[in-house]
T-cell receptor, first 113, second 114 residues
Framework: GESVGLHLPTLSVQEGDNSIINCAYS??????FIWYKQESGKGPQFIID?????DKRQGQRVTVLLNKTVKHLSLQIAATQPGDSAVYFC????????????FGKGTLLTVNP | EAQVTQNPRYLITVTGKKLTVTCSQN?????MSWYRQDPGLGLRQIYY???????DKGDVPEGYKVSRKEKRNFPLILESPSPNQTSLYFC?????????????FGSGTRLTVV
């Protein structure tokens, strides 16, 4: 598969542990945030989103936390599985006339069996 | 199945030989966009389209062209490819041109220009 994440921050966890992936975003005016998962050789896949009027949102095994004061976003994955191994990106809607998502550089999550 | 389809998946070409990467979505999405992904630089927007016949430059448009003659198709054209356009390219679409909706991405096109 392709290597899409050279020089990335990495997180290595044991299967069954909880994972926390962090992201600092840049634009205080951003009002919508998304976490994407990218497996080797594939396009980014939507995981969960959150709007700026919320500070927490839960999905299946995933939780996103938003701290607008310090412009910080985190993704928590419960009971991490080998299939969770991937690069994870946060993205923000930085507004303007172009509905554009600005992506972070990504974090490589490796789950050890 | 709702999806964004890109072709080809892999392409090796020579400098200066015009090429087109196709992108098609079957979700009746208004918004479509092209990104390139490079190590250490992440995903950067090349061009986007808010709707049919409405296109505009993203952050790294130099050397690329696009067209949006139909809602479902958004081809990326490299008139005279150069080695610095070697990259992994993704097409993405979103339901509406404004508002907060996530992108659906294609599977990517790995382009090598020699």
């Amino acid at each position: 598969g392709e290597s899409v994440g050279l020089h990335l921050p990495t997180l290595s966890v044991q299967e069954g542990d909880n994972s926390i992936i962090n992201c600092a975003y840049s634009n205080s005016a951003s009002d919508y945030f998304i976490w994407y998962k990218q497996e080797s050789g594939k396009g980014p896949q939507f995981i969960i989103d959150i709007r700026s009027n919320m500070d927490k949102r839960q999905g299946q095994r995933v939780t996103v936390l938003l701290n607008k004061t310090v412009k910080h976003l985190s993704l928590q994955i419960a009971a991490t599985q080998p299939g969770d191994s991937a690069v994870y990106f946060c993205a923000e809607n930085s507004g303007g006339s172009n509905y554009k998502l600005t992506f972070g550089k990504g974090t490589l999550l490796t789950v050890n069996p | 199945e709702a999806q964004v389809t890109q072709n080809p998946r892999y392409l090796i070409t020579v400098t200066g030989k015009k090429l087109t990467v196709t992108c098609s979505q079957n979700m009746n999405h208004e918004y479509m966009s092209w990104y390139r992904q490079d190590p250490g630089l992440g995903l950067r927007q090349i061009y986007y389209s808010m709707n049919v016949e409405v296109t505009d430059k993203g952050d790294v448009p130099e050397g690329y062209k696009v067209s949006r003659k139909e809602k479902r198709n958004f081809p990326l054209i490299l008139e005279s490819p150069s080695p610095n356009q070697t990259s992994l390219y993704f097409c993405a679409s979103s339901l509406y041109a404004t508002g907060n909706y996530g992108y659906t991405f294609g599977s990517g096109t790995r382009l090598t220009v020699v």
